[in-house]
């Protein structure tokens, strides 16, 4: 039987556990990692986890009036070195979520702001009006995904994640309702997931095969004409298949958030029969769903996020729950102190 406390790698990478912080954005002003960040994050990685995942972090200038994390310039490093060390001193792997956010920002009355998209659609969230990607601006973005990466790695982390979740630009390449793109970029699911792929080569290139490249994808966009889960289930085939090191799972969470349950578990299932080692992320609250979820199902690794909000010790309290729970997987599923 596996233990949600193995020892265990994910390729390269040695894990403590299986259980990873999922992305929660940092505020922070001209998109420098600030003292509080480096607090919080050692916090939570005395806490007990195996890897914490940034929140968005920016990789390209134009966008640097969102006030979040950056590496779009050399100038953001050594932030980002201070902050890795902190968490290495725990023995935790920090993973750099890389990001273009686009249309999904909400710009107001700031008209000055162009967001740029796969299409001219005004975004569902925000209202706010894109201006359609011309190929040149596709190019662009993918070869600033990958200096960002390149300079993550400078910094010392660990690894990536390609934000390609959440409605932010990457993930819009993948939505029917945002791209309508008649080129090679858009229609057919194979178009459509170009963005992505070439993304993830360009940052191949940059960084080297032994640098770990996750990725975050939506499942389920929750809007008419978004993903199928066909549709990101070929995605993570064909990332799988390019190389990718793993894929976490998440999707339009926002109806979800007052439910106790891993809302995606069924599309992270499916795709971790195919896959690349899977995270689910979205409602993991309770060990012993975690744990049948472990032995029932291909899926690796469990992403949690807002929790550690107010329990940056969370994952040492579950270990120690774990470890006053008598042996055998019956009377571990009854449980029901998570
Ligand atoms: C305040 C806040 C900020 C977030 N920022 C990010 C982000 O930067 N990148 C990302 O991929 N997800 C972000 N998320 C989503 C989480 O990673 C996660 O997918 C979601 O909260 C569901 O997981 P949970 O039920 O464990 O909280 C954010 C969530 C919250 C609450």
Not at 43 to 62: C, F, H, N, P, Y
Not at 155 to 172: F, M, N, R
Request: hydrophobic letters at 40%; aromatic letters at 10%; proline letters at 3%.
């Amino acid at each position: 039987m596996k233990s949600l406390f193995d020892r265990t790698k994910m390729g390269t990478l040695s894990m403590r556990n299986r259980f990873i912080r999922a992305a929660v954005s940092d505020t922070t002003f001209g998109g420098f990692v600030e003292e509080t960040m480096i607090t919080n994050y050692a916090a939570i990685a005395r806490g007990g986890v195996a890897a914490i995942v940034t929140g968005m972090t920016l990789v390209d200038g134009e966008e640097h009036m969102f006030p979040v994390v950056a590496l779009c310039s050399d100038s953001f490093i050594l932030g980002h070195r201070k902050l890795a060390e902190a968490v290495h001193r725990h023995d935790v792997r920090l993973i750099a979520q890389l990001a273009y956010i686009g249309s999904y920002a909400a710009v107001g009355d700031n008209t000055w702001i162009v967001a740029i998209a796969p299409s001219s659609v005004s975004n569902i969230v925000t209202g706010t009006l894109a201006r359609e990607m011309r190929l040149g601006e596709i190019k662009l973005i993918q070869k600033r995904f990958a200096d960002a990466a390149a300079r993550a790695r400078e910094a010392g982390y660990d690894g990536v994640e390609i934000h390609c979740a959440h409605g932010l630009l990457l993930s819009q390449f993948l939505t029917p309702y945002y791209n309508r793109r008649t080129d090679e970029y858009g229609g057919s699911i194979e178009n459509r997931s170009r963005m992505i792929i070439e993304t993830y080569t360009q940052i191949r290139s940059a960084t080297g095969y032994d640098f770990p490249v996750w990725v975050k994808l939506n499942c389920d966009d929750g809007i008419e004409d978004g993903i199928t889960e066909e549709d990101f289930l070929y995605v993570c085939g064909l990332l799988s298949k390019a190389g990718i090191d793993a894929i976490e799972v998440s999707g339009n969470w926002t109806p979800h958030i007052f439910k106790v349950g891993p809302y995606f578990r069924a599309a992270a299932t499916a795709a971790a029969d195919n896959s690349a080692p899977t995270i689910i992320t979205g409602g993991n609250r309770r060990v012993s769903t975690m744990h049948e979820i472990l032995n029932k199902t291909n899926i690796e690794f469990f992403g949690i996020a807002r929790p550690f909000a107010r329990e940056p010790d969370l994952i040492d309290r579950f270990r120690r729950e774990c470890e006053k729970l008598p042996a055998g997987d019956e009377k571990f599923r009854k449980s029901s102190s998570f």
